[in-house]
């Protein structure tokens, strides 16, 4: 765990929970961390009982701010699934819960707000107030991990949906082969499960692609640059939808550059060939996008009042 120096210091507790990693940290309203963990996610079979992974990092976070002498003002936690406007996960696509995490997470805040958001809105929010989306009217924020969703920003404010689930960029349809949706094509983990069934040898994730595209693995660079003309081509379809003033692109996978992200901008640049089209902007926070953000969410979501949050 990084620390940082925290004695009087009022922090949000951030949890930023993943398919396969759970980071989690301290954070001050400014977006300063004081201290930053991370862990593997609880993989039991693909169920998480009582959220283990993530109530051991929020304890052991917790405790870290009394020992600093920090005071905690809430918690707040994005997770890979649709949450909705209550902030209830309505999803189990990618964490097989079986109880809120909002009810589990509150007796450790006892009379402080616990925000739960969709990971993908955290990072947004993050890169409206601190980071590439700053002061721009409007942007689309593109979340490429091991799964891959985006978010609407306009005026500062993350769009959620009606039911939140403004976000499934993921969803739509690859029309160049299998599998059928963008997600299970160009995130990390259709990434790696399509190396895997292209060769024959087994990958789990992203990052083993990208070692062998940059080692001459002819199969690695075609995966790698097939997702990148996907996920380019999408954006292109989204800036026709939306006209955002820009793109920016967060996530690990996303803001690791390579041939994935020069692939990624060839193809919108062919897709979408006005030369007014939208710039690609990288997330200026990179992976810490979405812990920040979630912090933010509960910075500003003072006790409890959704109303005064800035996700729509």
């Not at 701010?65 to 996960?89: H, W």
């Not at 690695?220 to 800036?239: H, Q, R, Y």
């Not at 920016?248 to 897709?271: I, K, N, Q, W």
Request: aromatic share 4%; net charge negative.
């Amino acid at each position: 765990m990084r620390t940082g120096s925290g004695a009087g210091a009022r922090v949000a507790v951030a949890l930023d929970i993943g398919g396969t990693t759970l980071s989690g940290g301290l954070v001050t309203e400014d977006g300063a961390v004081l201290c930053a963990t991370e862990r593997p996610a609880v993989r039991d079979g693909g169920c998480d009982p009582g959220l283990r992974g993530t109530m051991a990092l929020a304890r052991e976070l917790t405790v870290r701010a009394q020992d600093m002498g920090a005071e905690v003002v809430g918690i707040g936690a994005g997770f890979p699934e649709y949450v909705s406007g209550a902030g209830a996960l309505t999803s189990r696509e990618v964490i097989d819960w079986d109880e809120q995490p909002a009810g589990l997470l509150a007796p450790l805040v006892p009379g402080r707000p616990v925000v739960v958001e969709s990971d993908v809105r955290c990072g947004a929010l993050a890169e409206a107030r601190t980071g590439s989306g700053r002061g721009l009217g409007s942007f689309l924020y593109v979340s490429v991990g091991t799964g891959l969703s985006a978010a609407f920003v306009q005026q500062g404010r993350v769009w959620a949906g009606q039911r939140g689930e403004a976000l499934g960029l993921g969803t739509w349809p690859v029309h160049t082969g299998l599998p059928p949706d963008l997600e299970g094509y160009a995130s990390g983990s259709g990434i790696a499960a399509r190396y895997s069934a292209l060769t024959g040898s087994e990958v789990t994730g992203a990052r083993a692609v990208v070692a062998r595209a940059q080692a001459g693995d002819a199969a690695a660079s075609d995966v790698l640059g097939t997702a990148g003309g996907a996920l380019g081509t999408a954006l292109a379809w989204a800036v026709a939808l939306l006209d955002p003033a820009a793109i920016v692109v967060g996530g690990g996978l996303g803001t690791a550059g390579g041939l994935l992200d020069e692939s990624m901008r060839t193809a919108y640049a062919a897709h979408a060939p006005r030369r007014s089209r939208p710039p690609v902007r990288r997330a200026e926070l990179g992976p810490l996008s979405g812990l920040t953000g979630a912090a933010l969410a509960a910075w500003e979501h003072p006790a409890g009042a959704r109303e005064t949050h800035r996700i729509a």
